[in-house]
């Protein structure tokens, strides 16, 4: 994980720096195997379910090996996410996922539902889920935002510590923030209408949120910590 995307390295056996292999931009590839002639790896985005590919680092792109979804992606619209990030109130440079109904039309106002992602040691990254499915989330008519709030991995070890010591209140108004400078920057999202889900820590933000914002009408809450003295005693 590094800026929002699983990238690839290569670091020689006998050590020295890492060296990027191919600047990955769009998805993401894990399971990277050697092979006679190469690598492959799985490649997903968060419109595309994993594939198999045979990577060519010197042309810093990859070739299909197999094709199990493209019949059934054919049937469905969707679009690659907008990844764009901002500095927050607090300095920090902070990167964001958009994700585009279906049948999009940049003329028309589209209600948004945040979805921060639970840990909150992990990444909001470009990849598909069949669990927390972006796309279905916006399937109905809604503008997606996934902020990787301070405690995100794949942006340093010190980014990810701060939320140690700010445990829920600063993530929060990351998000919130990142709500602002969405609508700031793309006019058809309606602030009026606002949502948000999250599970387990992204759970525990909502019931932040309940206590704290009235600006959601709707807020959804899986698996959310609720008891601070048991968590006090099963975490960090």
């Avoid at 929002?4 to 590839?29: C, M």
């Avoid at 979805?115 to 990444?123: R, S, Y």
């Avoid at 006019?187 to 019931?207: C, E, H, T, V």
Wanted: proline residues 6%.
């Amino acid at each position: 994980e590094d800026h929002g995307f699983d990238q690839i390295f290569s670091l020689s056996a006998t050590g020295g720096q890492p060296k990027r292999l191919i600047d990955v931009e769009a998805g993401g590839y894990t399971g990277v195997k050697p092979v006679e002639g190469g690598l492959i790896a799985r490649y997903q985005t968060s419109a595309q379910p994993p594939e198999i590919v045979r990577l060519n680092p010197a042309r810093a792109m990859h070739s299909y090996l197999t094709s199990f979804n493209s019949e059934r992606l054919a049937q469905i619209e969707t679009t690659e996410p907008i990844h764009f990030w901002f500095t927050a109130k607090n300095g920090r440079k902070l990167h964001n996922l958009l994700v585009l109904p279906p049948f999009f039309d940049k003329n028309k106002r589209y209600p948004i539902v945040a979805f921060p992602h639970g840990g909150p040691n992990a990444m909001s990254k470009d990849a598909f889920s069949t669990r927390w499915n972006n796309h279905f989330l916006a399937a109905p008519g809604y503008v997606g935002i996934e902020t990787n709030y301070s405690g995100s991995t794949g942006f340093g070890e010190k980014f990810a510590d701060y939320i140690e010591r700010d445990v829920l209140r600063g993530p929060a108004n990351e998000i919130l923030e990142a709500i602002d400078e969405a609508a700031r920057r793309f006019p058809y999202i309606d602030k009026s209408r606002q949502a948000a889900i999250g599970a387990s820590y992204g759970g525990y933000l909502m019931n932040w949120f309940n206590g704290h914002t009235n600006q959601f009408k709707c807020m959804v809450n899986h698996a959310g910590a609720i008891n601070n003295e048991s968590q006090y005693g099963a975490n960090d």
